[in-house]
């Protein structure tokens, strides 16, 4: 397994629209093991493939307390949605910024596991959250783009700064 490097915000590969995963093969879950590595070891409850630079549709997710509930998302879609709910949110890709999103309470998503095999998933409270986040990424989108024009300069000249700062 290997620890994986995460691109962070406002890296313009973060953008891009991952493409659809097509062969369910040893690559692809060498992937997996390690993009769940980089999370554990981040610490995330969850982790996109375009944060560590590989644009296709999977993610992996762990809300438990233990640490020990991985769960893996291949072409996720979400299929229902319902309520709302408000919640502080954080982004790997965006160190050290936190603020408030609003986003679906309870979820339905439709997804493959790393055999290829569809399955449904309900999810409601932090779990919903954090798989919306992560679809997000898949489509190019960060939490800070749910915030205000003046909000979202604010972040990105911050997380310039430390970045020339870390060179
Ligand atoms: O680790 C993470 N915590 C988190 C907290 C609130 C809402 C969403 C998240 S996801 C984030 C990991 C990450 O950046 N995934 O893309
Ligand atoms: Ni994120």
């Known amino acids: 397994m290997a620890l994986l490097g995460i691109l962070t915000y406002p890296d313009p590969r973060l953008l891009e629209l ?3 995963v097509e062969q369910f093969d040893a690559e692809l879950h060498r992937l997996l093991d390690d993009m769940a590595e980089t999370m554990y070891q981040a610490p995330g409850v969850g982790l996109a493939a375009p944060q560590v630079n590989v644009h296709r549709r ?3 997710v762990d809300v438990s ?6 769960q893996e998302f291949i072409n996720p879609e979400l299929v229902a949605t319902d309520g709302s709910q408000e919640c502080e ?3 790997l890709s ?21 055999h290829g095999e569809a399955f449904e998933h ?17 489509d190019g989108k ?14 990105r000249k911050k997380l310039q700064k430390q970045a020339r700062q870390s060179m």
Do not use: M
């Not at 309900?122 to 898949?138: F, K, T």
């Open 94 to 114: 965006v160190p050290g910024i936190y603020a408030n999103v609003t986003r679906a309470e309870h979820i339905r998503v439709r997804a493959r596991n790393r």
């Open 89 to 91: 949110e954080g982004c």
């Open 65 to 70: 307390e233990q640490r020990d509930a991985l």
């Open 58 to 60: 999977l993610i992996v």
């Open 18 to 20: 991952s493409q659809a």
């Open 122 to 138: 309900e999810a409601s409270g932090l779990e919903a959250v954090c798989i919306q986040h992560e679809i997000d990424h898949l």
């Open 142 to 155: 960060v939490f800070v783009d749910y915030l205000s024009p003046l909000k979202q300069e604010r972040i």
